[in-house]
């Protein structure tokens, strides 16, 4: 017999089923919408960047879009662009050129030709029957074998070396050939001599042309852009439509490449009803360089962004989206409810130590479903009762760190000593030495160290709670952003007895967050990292020394 509904077989489906679809696939069934209209921008007729940090359902969003518009057959292509991580330019154009050429193939082959009886396509992916009819299957077919010829070609400019000289020799032979006759003839009225002299003869003759050019990958791109264009001008001949395009995780592309790689396929693009759908990490991007000519795409010119960080300054909103997935998961069981889970309070706190990422956040229950049933099967249910607390959260989000970490790894190669060292620092000063939680910093503030803190945002390390922020004395007519450090660094095995955790998201917390005390200011925070050296010459004023200062012997 079961002894409570955490260690239930439902339960345990529960958490299985949640750690098999963490991460976006193509079944997008239990699909969520951050916000209403997202879906709908993202299949309309516009160049977009979607902004979202990793696990905030950007790539879901993206997989959704594509869906829905091969229900409609419209011809699209999804990129996963991981698999390019660490190309160089030009290989990472020519590679991802190749694969998109690939996925319009392909679904000249499948989903425009397939007709709606087909049920074991469309059933397996769609769930769904087409809302158009087929398209006629010579013409995708001929159209198919264009673009094969096209990635062969590709290919072959991929494996070969690139700007170097070349020489091509053309050698022209040719041949002559002459004969001379000559005839004399005696008859009987008259003299005809009769005889023949011939002469043959040939002549061999060849020229050879020399000629020297540079190879470049780049200048085959570019000089066969027209023609690249001409195939999404027939396909959307073929599907009487628009194509569209899907380029996901573009911040795995080295920076110094980015906003050149989405030039090129924006220059593709224009004015041929192709369409992109760009999701990346907005502070780990550059989508585009200003000089002559521009690289890249302007926001706001040639593409919109859409921004799905739900983040915990609009808490409110960031709770109901996280709930509605949660329960979509729980729903699914068919006998357990989220009132049987969880406390109330333990859902506010899976909401601040997800720091209102999706991924996160069903990361964190199902860790909290382990830790509650191994603290319910050392101490029993009497201290914190069946369901999951919020020590259990706590728990569970202190261990979430290590994946954080490994992330960081994975996504921030060339910074990852410099954001490590900045967080620290954070770390160290506001939770070690203050028993605070949030930090303030000016809203005009720049510099590098400001770029750590957005970028630390973005890997979900530090969390925005809060854009328009004023102390209450000492620095008059100044606006600050207030930023909460990640749970994992004051829970769990990490836990800070007697830390100041600010109810940022409660009505009555503004004067909490008004302190001065809070401000981060690097040079402040240098001057208090050193320590007083004591001077044996009494004459001589106590001196501000540096810690690592070598000690003289």
């Known amino acids: 017999m079961v002894k409570n509904v955490l260690e239930s077989p439902a339960v345990e489906k529960l958490t299985i089923d949640i750690e098999q679809n963490m991460r976006s696939t193509k079944d997008i069934r239990r699909f969520i919408e951050p916000s209403q209209g997202t879906l709908q921008r993202a299949v309309s007729k516009q160049h977009h960047v979607i902004f979202g940090r990793r696990g905030s359902v950007k790539s879901s969003l993206l997989r959704k879009a594509a869906s829905d518009l091969t229900i409609d057959r419209r011809p699209i292509a999804y990129i996963d662009l991981e698999v390019f991580k660490g190309h160089s330019y030009p290989d990472v154009l020519l590679s991802v050129l190749i694969k998109t050429f690939s996925e319009f193939e392909e679904w000249l082959t499948t989903a425009a030709i397939n007709p709606a009886t087909k049920t074991s396509f469309w059933n397996k992916y769609f769930d769904t029957h087409p809302s158009r009819a087929a398209f006629n299957r010579e013409d995708a077919i001929i159209l198919a074998q264009t673009l094969h010829i096209h990635i062969d070609l590709l290919t072959s400019q991929l494996h070969s070396a ?69 195939l999404f001008d027939r396909m959307n001949q073929l599907s009487d439509g628009d194509s569209y395009l899907f380029l996901d995780d573009l911040y795995h592309i080295r920076r110094v490449d980015q906003a050149r790689l989405i030039d090129y396929f924006h220059r593709l693009a224009k004015g041929h009803n192709l369409w992109l759908k760009i999701g990346t990490i907005r502070h780990r991007t550059q989508w585009y360089i200003n000089g002559d000519p521009p690289v890249g795409i302007k926001l706001g010119d040639d593409a919109e ?159 925005k709670i809060r854009s328009h922020v004023t102390v209450k004395s000492g620095h008059p007519r100044q606006i600050f952003e207030a930023y909460m450090i990640d749970i994992s660094q004051y829970t769990g095995a990490r836990m800070k007895y007697g830390l100041d955790d600010i109810k940022f998201w409660r009505p009555d917390s503004d004067d909490s967050l008004r302190k001065s005390s809070l401000i981060y200011d690097p040079e402040e925070i240098k001057i208090k990292d050193k320590k007083i050296i004591k001077i044996p010459n009494a004459n001589m004023s106590p001196t501000l020394w540096d810690e690592t200062w070598p000690s003289e012997s």
């Open 162 to 230: 690139d700007d170097i000289d070349t020489h091509r020799i053309i050698r022209n032979e040719h041949e002559v050939t002459g004969q001379t006759e000559l005839g004399l003839q005696v008859g009987l009225n008259k003299i005809n001599v009769s005889g023949k002299l011939s002469d043959s003869h040939k002549v061999n003759g060849s020229q050879e042309l020399d000629e020297a050019y540079r190879r470049s990958k780049t200048d085959y791109l570019h000089t066969h852009i027209l023609e690249f264009q001409g």
């Open 305 to 463: 962004d859409i921004d799905l960080d739900l983040t915990l300054e609009k808490y409110t909103i960031t709770k109901q989206f996280l709930i509605r997935i949660l329960n979509k998961f729980i729903d699914d069981t068919q006998e357990v409810t989220r009132q049987d889970l969880l406390v109330d309070d333990a859902v506010d706190r899976l909401i601040l130590a997800s720091g209102g990422v999706a991924r996160d956040f069903l990361g964190i229950f199902r860790r909290s479903v382990t830790v509650a049933r191994e603290r319910i099967m050392s101490h029993g249910t009497a201290q914190r009762g069946p369901r999951i607390a919020i020590e259990d959260v706590n728990g569970a989000a202190g261990d979430y760190d290590t994946s954080k970490r490994q992330e960081l790894i994975r996504d921030a190669t060339d910074d990852q000593t410099k954001l490590e060292g900045m967080f620290q620092k954070l770390v160290s000063y506001y939770v070690d030495d203050l028993n605070t939680n949030v930090f303030l910093i000016d809203q005009k503030a720049h510099g590098g160290w400001v770029d750590l803190i957005q970028e630390l945002v973005d890997l979900r390390l530090l969390h």
